[in-house]
Nanobody, 128 residues
Framework: QVQLVESGGGLVRPGGSLRLSCTASGFTLADYAVGWFRQAPGKEREGVSCISDSDGSTDYFANSVKGRFTISRDDPKNTVYLQMSSLEPEDTAVYYC????????????????????WGKGTLVTVSS
């Protein structure tokens, strides 16, 4: 069964850190670029970061998270991580990962009819 699952969300104080995981089953995540998106209550989904597949070495970050978030792959674990530091209340959102054929920058643009896999999201709440 093809599945993508996010984990690692939770409640954290401003200035704190969290590491989100995006783990695939049923397919090889290394063959795909992986993007992270987030959606805060009442707001549109926005791109956070994207990392190219394991044949490349490109990553992208939204201006709002540059210098605070990093993205990495652990191919043997079929997992991509989003390390988030210096968290701010504005980072509060449901975070989703998606496996797609390539990154379209940090934002989402459709790639023809190529398959892509989305997780169901993990909630990050930054609050004191």
């Amino acid at each position: 069964q093809v599945q993508l699952v996010e984990s690692g969300g939770g409640l954290v104080r401003p200035g704190g850190s969290l590491r989100l995981s995006c783990t695939a089953s049923g397919f090889t995540l290394a063959d795909y670029a992986v993007g992270w998106f987030r959606q805060a209550p009442g707001k549109e989904r926005e791109g956070v970061s994207c990392i190219s597949d394991s044949d490349g070495s490109t990553d992208y970050f939204a201006n709002s998270v540059k210098g605070r978030f990093t993205i990495s792959r652990d191919d043997p674990k079929n997992t991509v991580y989003l390390q988030m530091s210096s968290l701010e209340p504005e980072d509060t959102a449901v975070y989703y990962c998606v496996a797609r054929h390539y990154c379209t920058g940090v934002n989402y643009y459709p790639i023809g009819d190529a398959e892509e896999y989305w997780g169901k999201g993990t909630l990050v709440t930054v609050s004191s």
